[in-house]
């Protein structure tokens, strides 16, 4: 039916696709963006009194997410600069 013929020409479309830039890959202007919005909301939420102690606990989560996700974007940039195989790819 020619399925050899497609999936080589969806190969040759797919390595035509241009390489995004570097500063749309990097995931710190992210995460310092998502602590940020989750600081002001655990500062506003505290202060204010807004949605009780429950959203206190849930702004503190969003902190503690973004504390972890900086971790593991920290670890996997220095098992790339070791040259562990096990490393996750593109992170310069």
């Known amino acids: 039916m ?3 013929e497609s999936y ?14 570097k500063a749309l890959r990097a995931p710190e202007p992210v995460i310092v963006v998502g602590m940020a919005a989750w600081l002001v909301a655990t500062i506003v939420v505290w202060v204010t009194g807004w949605g009780g102690d429950r959203a206190v606990q849930v702004c503190l989560v969003g902190l503690a997410v973004g504390l972890l996700g900086t971790t593991i974007v920290l670890v996997q940039r220095a098992a790339v600069r070791r040259g562990d195989r096990t490393a996750q790819q593109g992170l310069d």
């Open 2 to 4: 020619g399925t050899d």
């Open 8 to 21: 080589s020409d969806a190969m040759t479309d797919a390595s035509d696709i241009p390489e995004l830039p």
